[in-house]
């Protein structure tokens, strides 16, 4: 479904649902609660969830009895199954392909946090109003999730039992554990723990050295000429926030710089960036620009293609955060949104990053709709002879 239905849908009947069932159940406190099946809420993106392991490891070590659940759309699945945080079965997934699938999914996943007795509600959303109305309809007694209090943020509602302050200078991993720390948590605003000095690095996925050499063979036997080159890859597409991207041009001349150099660039992307993918084969003219969008079935793959490869440069997304899981050094791109609060849990990241006075402009307080003009001058700036010699001052190390 297209992100800007996706954003009326939640503005207008979001919006009337979370002011009707306000009316009518109150902020019921409870004082004394200790969790037995707890649902965590993260439908959006694919980085979030990477960033949210320390959460979720912060929550078995507090409630090792408790049982942990997790709800989130169903194409980010795989992900959660991939930083093993909890087990496959305690999954649920809602479908957003279309108005029609999310409202019948959301009726099952309804039925089933009802079968599971879900008792605790963290809802880690910060762009919608669905994640709470969830967080209302699972009937846990305990509500966790983000409460604007006295600043002009989304409103989500006032059932919120564990209204959590959102705080836009700490990094999102942090306000996640907050989140699991307002559980037994009380006083306004809910938490007041002191978050110096939080670290942690991300935890490598592990692959069997069979899976690697089975991907690695197919991958050489596909683009045998490349085999003896240090490959970069390249991720130039925005997803579904395009003014996230780095210009195209910029990614062409950087291609076409390495490939002079010796070095390989492989595009990686959805079959839908294909054309992208096509542009800058286009612009370098050279054997050693190979096409990867759509080349891998899963997350799983092409985490596992990063383990033979030497270099990622990327737009802020998901395949940073995924190579944070893995061995591959990567370069990423911010300017609509701060690594401040978004960066990658992991040393092994160099970050091109302009604070401009409009930088960050998508915002918890915007819907992560930007009011940019699509003059992105916090990207665009970024010289392309600055990443290149970034990036072989990074593939010589």
Not at 204 to 225: K, V, Y
Not at 251 to 258: D, K, S
Request: aromatic share 10%; net charge neutral; proline share 6%.
């Amino acid at each position: 479904m297209d992100i800007n239905i996706q954003r009326k849908i939640d503005l207008y009947a979001g919006t009337l649902i979370c002011r009707l069932i306000s009316l009518f159940s109150g902020r019921k406190e409870i004082y004394s609660h200790k969790p037995k099946n707890i649902l965590v809420i993260l439908l959006s993106e694919m980085g979030s969830l990477v960033l949210a392991r320390p959460m979720f490891d912060r929550l078995k070590i507090k409630y090792p009895d408790a049982k942990i659940y997790g709800l989130l759309f169903e194409q980010n699945r795989i992900m959660l199954e991939l930083i093993d945080a909890i087990p496959k079965e305690n999954i649920l997934t809602v479908s957003n392909q279309s108005f029609g699938k999310m409202m019948f999914t959301s009726i099952q996943a309804f039925m089933q946090m009802r079968r599971k007795n879900i008792d605790t509600v963290i809802d880690c959303e910060l762009f919608s109003r669905i994640s709470s109305i969830f967080s209302f309809f699972s009937g846990a007694e305990i509500r966790v999730g983000f409460h604007r209090h006295k600043q002009e943020g989304l409103y989500r509602g006032d059932f919120i039992n564990r209204p959590v302050l959102y705080n836009p200078y700490h990094h999102i991993f942090q306000q996640f554990i907050t989140l699991a720390e307002s559980i037994e948590s009380h006083g306004t605003p809910r938490v007041k723990r002191n978050a110096a000095n939080e670290a942690p690095e991300q935890p490598r996925i592990h692959f069997s050295a069979f899976e690697i050499e089975q991907i690695r063979g197919r991958f050489f036997s596909d683009f045998p000429h490349i085999v003896q080159k240090k490959i970069v890859l390249m991720y130039p597409s925005g997803g579904l926030l395009p003014i996230r991207a780095w210009p195209l041009k910029q990614y062409c001349n950087v291609a076409e710089e390495l490939i002079a150099k010796g070095y390989a660039v492989g595009i990686i992307g959805m079959p839908a960036d294909k054309e992208l993918a096509k542009t800058i084969q286009a612009h370098c003219n050279h054997d050693d620009c190979i096409d990867l969008t759509g080349y891998t079935e899963t997350v799983r793959e092409l985490m596992v293609i990063f383990h033979f490869t030497s270099l990622l440069i990327t737009n802020d997304g998901g395949p940073g955060h995924f190579a944070a899981m893995t061995p591959i050094p990567s370069i990423i791109f911010y300017g609509p949104e701060t690594p401040v609060l978004y960066g990658p849990l992991t040393a092994n990241t160099c970050i091109f990053y302009q604070s401009l006075s409009c930088s960050p402009c998508l915002t918890a307080y915007n819907h992560r709709n930007s009011p940019c003009d699509g003059d992105n001058r916090c990207l665009i700036d970024i010289r392309s002879e600055d990443v290149v010699k970034k990036a072989v001052e990074m593939l010589e190390r």
